[in-house]
């Protein structure tokens, strides 16, 4: 059966979703129930973990939620953010079609069927979507937002820096989202806490997020039936099980890790083991038993007081230890084994399996063993001493029921891949050629401009980036000429359908570019006369170009004048015009600088909304403009979630209409929240979401087939062979 | 072959909290909580229709346990209380209530979540720290030189479980054995930290409770044909004691994973069994009198210890050990090789006991925090519910040992605590209205959904349809019998609050606790002779109720808050 794919059935499931998660978003949020089919309870406000626990059943749905999760391990944070997202995006475009209609569906589909039609419509939109995403936000992004970009470190010091205060901040939001109301302030307090002591020197914060990432779950205990205020950190290792023999003892204590039995067996396997005489018996168990005995002898003479072991040891082991005095843990996980080898460099000892001798040289010292009764159960607490920046720490998490320690476990994991993101550099990369294509603007504009010099604003960044680099290369402030000649460059690509012109727009750019470069070499005799007369041939070229339709002669002609001009310069070296020709064709890579925030509660939605807004009024290809408009307004749907409790001055429309002031007249966005979030999530779950949506919209039919998925398949093929 | 299924949609509903059933389902809960509470509460026999021995219990450990709630949010909030009680042991029902009176109540005003959950915390934090202070009115620090208050501790949680069908005497009788017991697990000599013996509960049913009775060391119970072969072995002294944990049964130790080939006419039972008695020739030589066994001791090795006049019992089992090294200081030994003496520890001196119609193997210490509390009542199930009881008045003892105080029980803790909360928002608003960022009325609404929560779970203390006052001087709880005349003078119709501290000739006024009243200021700062004097005072345990608070109100928080519930129906 198969079933036509559209934006409305998508609209449809998102909404759905939207209701279920759009209830837990935020500050206000409130907590989810989600039973296991074992019957265990589990508390959530992860967006992720709902999704998962509904078992959807429809297809579309089923994408959207592999879509999640794929993004979840990417980034740890904004299931939710996503779903409204989504829906959003999928409303406005929902809503646009009927006056679109005419221009986006080419002449000949029209013959075809009224969903193929559509179909052939979204495929177009899609790609739009996935221009904006690879080319237009990142340009957006890197040349408007990156202005407001604060930073989680201290800026007062060269070095990266951890601001305490910052930090706080940051966390505090992101458990706002994450756990109970009630609870999210003591378990931020206690993970900014939780993540000083872990870390033992200064600049080591990303090492310890990645190992804390790596292996939390063996560095947190869930205790249940205790208010979640008893909740605290205990420095050291916490073991999740009890000794197999202890021995308490102080001092200098030195601890060995193996990972075999250490008592010899009869046979291992693939061998065989003959007795011919009991007596041969009695002599084989003595021999082992000696040798058991001898080296536990020896490990208690190199000091030994704690065997740790990943494996199940003989009971006699365990005698021989406590008579030698020392401790042992048994049935140590492998990840457990791995994180005590990371923390302190520790390798297992070896056992020689022939020679009676042994020589155990690996050993390490704690500074303390001793079992920790968490409600009457017994834990091993090891006092390990750190090779590494990591300065093992424990967090003991409280909780009356299961089910909420769970949610705070999860919500901590999260933080601590939240973090992890945030400090690492993302790379944007967009092609300036394709920006220079996209970006259009109005000689109205260009003479504005001229006068009041506002035009940074609108101006392609990619381009300006080269120039700025020559003018401080020669030490020289020259604003206005650069301004001037920004204008002028794009100005150069005229104003019409972008598929007719896109073959032309190379050459164009070159002639373009070897005045540019000339006028910069210029303007280092501050001679400014020169400037007004590079601007002339051009409303004249312009006006040309949008009334022929013939734009090669026009082009040509615009190449003569160029370079004329350019010829009339002066001396241009060759070398410099390459260079820079170059530079204006390759990609431009930039990137967010590590731990980039904004304050939260919809501040990057805002500003991206009005940036992109903007963009859309300049930018004339009406469907660029209109994935811009679409992106922007959908973004909006956030903050009206966050503010929708909020009353009066704080309402949504209120804020909205302040922000859009604020940064309109230049001025800082006033924000009454206190957290921070990081941009890179925002930024990378944006890419994902553009990205799921033009995955929905390029299927066209949903085929639901009844069978057994794999393997039976796959053994019938075998049969045939 | 496995089989891939696909896996069902899981059912999802909004708003739990306001479906009629979910809220049926809460008040039938706490029917059964409320009913079970206090000293006059009702008892429940459970039975399970698919088998299993009924159960006659009042006690919330039991309850919950055996209850089987179906309904996810009931789920978390019986887990909830199982959870508290299996830290705490008591006040398990105190929680159950507390935390459905609050859902309920709170339901009622319907207020959003948020304000809601916000004031309830922070009229918690207020409890809490009141609780804490030293100025609270319901808290009595305990002097560990009198047994005093130990004493109505442990009797006043013996009251509460009526279930254990004690009489008055007997009761008397087992709170003064289990002090007895409690004493007995602490060190003499203490250093810097104190390390709790032990104490070990032996069953004895079918008895008297008069009975009762409690020894210093081990009971090990044997059959009456050993009980007959050791009465000749008897001679007084102290006994030089091996303890095994390795088993003596001469079954091969695990050969590892290869194949281990035996030539024929080679018998490796013999060569065990020939360790075993070089062993046991070892054990003899060295002078042992008493040879203890986890696991099993074979027969030949058992027959050739007793020729010897060595005492064997095997079977111990693996909860006797560590008492058992313990009181005898042993190292249990894990090998059939050469024994070294180190390892041999000592008893005191032993003998044969028999109680009721069971026969025991007594080993007294030389000086050990190990004893046996042997526990007698008449049937399985007032045993049962005798025996959990002692246990959380064991386990209560441990935490005042902790936390040297402890509170009013018999009702007084909470009027009394919700004439302050009342008093307290009333009077001093403005902190709170400035933390919590909320109106006034919304302040107002949740004060009283709280207190009367608390009110109301000490009105659950009465079963028998008597009305319940609170004087107007110190917040206690007093309560009348039923069908008194109406209008009379309180004073002569009352006699001693719930806790046993006051009594009604000290010029107080009543009011009904659920009328409403003016708050007013409960006086604090208990008078010191008052704590030293009585003797009868009804006291909860400090530990296990102020935890029980925090738990009951961040269940109810936590309940509040839900607004959708995702079942898988997998």
Redesign the interface.
Known sequence: MAAAASVKAALQVAEALESIVSCCVGPDGRQVLCTKPTGEVLLSRDGGRLLQALHLEHPIARMMVACVSNHLRKAGDGAKTFIIFLSHLLRGLHAIPDQENGSLVSENSQTLGRHWKNCCRWKFISQALLTFQTQILDYVMDEYLSRHFLSIFSSSTKERTLCRNSLELLLEAYFCGRVGRNNHNLISQLMCDYLFKCVAREGGFEEVFELVGDCFVELNVGVTGLPVSDSRIVAGLVLHRDFSGYCPADGDIRIALVTETIQPIFSTSGSEFILNSEAQFRASQFWIMERTKAIMKHLQSQNVKLLLSSVKQPDSVIFYARLNDISVVECLSSEEVSLIQRVIDLSPCVLPQASSRCEISNTAVVKFCKPLVLRSKRYVHLGLISKCSFAPHCLVLCGPVQGLVEQHKDALHGAFKMLRQLFKHLDLNYLTQASDQNYTSSPLIYKNSRESNQLPEIVNGSLQRPYQGTVVKNKDKLAKPQTYLKVYSNLVVPSIELEKHFPCSTPKVTPMDTYQTNETLRCLSPNKTGIIDYGEPFPESNSANSTTENTRIKISYENLQVTKIAGKGSMLPVRYKSREMCSSRSYCFSSIPAGSVLPVGGNFEILLHFYLLNYAKICQQSEEATVGVIVANALLGIPKILHKSKKGNYSFPQMYVRALHALQSGQPMGSRQTGLESVVGKYQLLTSVLQCLTKILTIDLVINIKRQPQEICDQDSEEEL | MSR?EA????L?K?E?LTSERVRATLSVLKGIVTSCYGPSGRLKQLHNGLGGCVCTTSQSSALLANLSVTH??L??LT??MQ??????SDCGLFTAILCCNLIENVQRIGL???TV??LN?HLLRLCISYLKSEVCGCRIPVDFSSTQILLCLVRSILTSKPACMLTRKEIDHVSALILRTFLLTIPENTEDHIILGKSIIVPLKGQRVIDSTVLPGILIEMSEIQFVKLLPVKKPGSLKVALF??SLSGDL???????????YG???E??VL??LLNLGRQLVSDHVDLVMCQKVIHPSLKQFLSMHHVIAIDRVGVALMEPLSKVTGT?????L?SV?PS?YGSVKDWCTAKFGFKHFFHLIPNEATVCSLLLCNRSDTAWDELKVTCQTALHVLQLTLKEPSVLLGGGCTETHLAAYIRHKTCNEPESILKDEGCTQTELQLITEAFCSALESLAGSLEHDGGEILTDLKYGHFWSVQADSPSIVNWSNLLSRCGCGLRNSQEELSWSFLRSTCHPFAPQTCLPHEAAGSANNLTLDCFTAKL?GL??AV??A??IL??????????
């Open positions: 891939l896996k069902k949609p899981s999802c909004s739990p996810p949010i789920k978390i887990t909830a959870n508290h009680v299996s830290c705490f959003t979540p948020t959950m916000k915390k944990c390795a130790s695990d050969t590892g994973e290869g194949t281990v080939v035996v030539s080679v018998s490796l013999n060569a020939d360790q190292r249990p030994i894990g090998s090789g070294s390892t935890n925090q738990v961040e269940t928080n936590l808050d839900l607004s959708y519930v995702i079942e898988d129906k997998n």
